[in-house]
């Protein structure tokens, strides 16, 4: 099975501009979680989807949102890019079923907010 | 969540077995302890996970004491590839949702 793929791998943007990334679960897989890595703040969760509706969601700002697609493929948005939205953003998939099956890690979308 | 206790960094020869260490003096009946490995800049590795009894798959071995307040995670055979930031971290379980709370996590350095 193909793993947990994540587009763009690098961004570069400028303060205030927004920004689309896309992840792709493994095939079967429902729940896509999101994480931002900064060096300050560690590994930090976003939100969950789950057949297409948000689950769970970590304490960020609205300028951060998501959504899912009928195929589980998930996009993520942050808006009014700020200096410290430079970040790792990680997406992880798993089956969603029952909330506590693992999860696996995409390769991540390094963002670089100028 | 429970909240984990992690040593910040360790070394290991390589070839040698190395045993993380992680405490969970707070963990519930019901939460599961998990481990991820993160390469420098890569996307967290599932290690391995149990609830109460000791687990083995082909990367690991997972050791939980018997009140379930602390864990070991043993690479039997540490290789240089093995260098990485270890996170040990404690779940509910059923229906909760996937949401992991990352530590700090241990910085493992296998030494040749």
């Known amino acids: 099975k193909a793993g947990v793929t994540q587009t763009p791998r690098y961004l570069i943007k400028t303060r205030g501009q927004q920004v689309t990334l896309s992840c792709s679960p493994i095939?079967?897989?429902?729940?896509v979680s999101w994480y931002q890595q900064t060096p300050g703040q560690g590994l930090q969760f976003l939100f969950e989807?789950?057949?297409?509706?948000?689950?769970n969601k970590g304490n960020f700002p609205g300028r951060f949102s998501g959504r899912q697609f009928s195929n589980s493929r998930s996009e993520m948005n942050v808006s009014t890019l700020e200096l410290g939205d430079s970040a790792l953003y990680l997406c992880?998939?798993?089956?969603?079923?029952?909330?506590?099956?693992?999860?696996?890690f995409g390769p991540g979308t390094r963002l670089l907010v100028l | 969540d429970a909240k984990t206790t992690q040593p910040p960094s360790m070394d290991c020869a390589e070839g040698r077995a190395a045993n993380l260490p992680c405490n969970h003096s707070?963990?519930?009946?019901?939460?599961?302890v998990y481990w991820y490995r993160q390469i420098h800049s890569q996307g967290p590795q599932y290690i391995i996970h149990?609830?109460?009894n000791n687990e083995t798959n082909e990367m690991a071995s997972l050791i939980i004491t018997e009140d379930r307040k602390s864990s070991t995670l043993i690479l039997p055979h540490a290789t240089l590839r093995d260098t990485a930031v270890y996170y040990c971290?404690?779940?509910?379980?059923?229906?909760?949702?996937?949401?992991?709370?990352f530590g700090g996590g241990t910085r493992l350095m296998v030494k040749p």
């Open positions: 992880a998939s798993s089956s969603g079923t029952s909330g506590q099956e693992t999860q696996y």
């Open positions: 095939s079967g897989h429902r729940s």
């Open positions: 989807y789950f057949s297409e509706t948000q689950r």
């Open positions: 707070t963990i519930s009946g019901n939460e599961y």
């Open positions: 149990g609830l109460k």
């Open positions: 971290i404690v779940r509910v379980g059923e229906n909760a949702g996937n949401m992991l709370t």
